[in-house]
């Protein structure tokens, strides 16, 4: 079955500094991965998305880089601010066109 | 903007209760999504629907049931509510596989 997983369940940053939020899938078949944001007590809410076909996306202060020789994808955050403090997970589109989602990465951002 | 409604944001019922739990979107989207997150496991499918009166099993089905009589409401349906269903329910649409919209979630708790 795919796995998509996190390699840090917590992360905190320097309000300013950028950071980076790292993901491991599985699938090697999977075509297109999602990074979704939580915030406390709201449901996910979309970032940023890539297709397997490209290897960098960039969005405004978020970068998303997949690296699909060794199945990771990962988030980065540029000038991190107090409001990108939240969970963020993960999500890849398997071959049942559903999306397997990791475990998520709390941020948190230091004043 | 696509809307994804919840009908409870907090609900608390007794063990061995029917609990419905309700999503409605706003827009016609064709696959409508129930998951359950919890602390450490992340978000996992319980039933999704691709169609009205469709549904298909996800990963944790048991327990549950769904109904989608029209395209725009897709409930999730606890036949008899034990404590190990106490969770955050999460419902998504999406107009193609991609990219899901949530709504902001249940927390349901079950004493």
């Known amino acids: 079955g795919e796995s998509v997983g996190l390699h840090l369940p917590t992360l905190s940053v320097q309000e300013g500094d950028n950071s980076i939020i790292n993901c491991a899938y599985s699938?090697?078949?999977?075509?297109?991965f999602i990074w979704y944001k939580q915030e406390s007590g709201k449901g996910p809410q979309f970032i940023i998305d890539?297709?397997?076909?490209?290897d960098k996306r960039q969005g405004q202060r978020v970068t998303v880089l997949l690296n699909k020789t060794v199945k990771h994808l990962s988030l980065q955050i540029a000038a991190t601010q107090p409001g990108d403090s939240a969970v963020y997970f993960c999500a890849e589109r398997g071959g049942a066109n559903n999306l397997f989602f990791g475990t998520g990465t709390r941020l948190t951002v230091i004043p | 903007d696509v809307k994804v409604t919840q009908s409870s944001r907090y609900l608390v019922k007794r063990t061995g209760e029917k609990v419905f739990l309700e999503c409605v979107q706003d827009m016609d989207h064709e696959n409508m999504f129930w998951y359950r997150q919890d602390p450490g496991l992340g978000l996992r499918l319980i039933y999704f629907s691709y169609d009205v009166k469709m549904k298909e099993k996800g990963d944790i089905p048991e327990g549950y049931s769904v109904s989608r009589e029209k395209k725009e409401r897709f409930s999730l349906i606890l036949e008899s509510a034990s404590t190990n269903q106490t969770s955050m329910y999460l419902c998504?649409?999406?107009?193609?596989?991609?990219?899901?919209?949530f709504g902001s979630g249940t927390r349901l708790t079950v004493v």
């Open positions: 699938n090697s078949a999977s075509d297109y």
């Open positions: 890539i297709r397997s076909n490209m």
């Open positions: 998504a649409t999406a107009a193609r596989p991609m990219g899901y919209t």
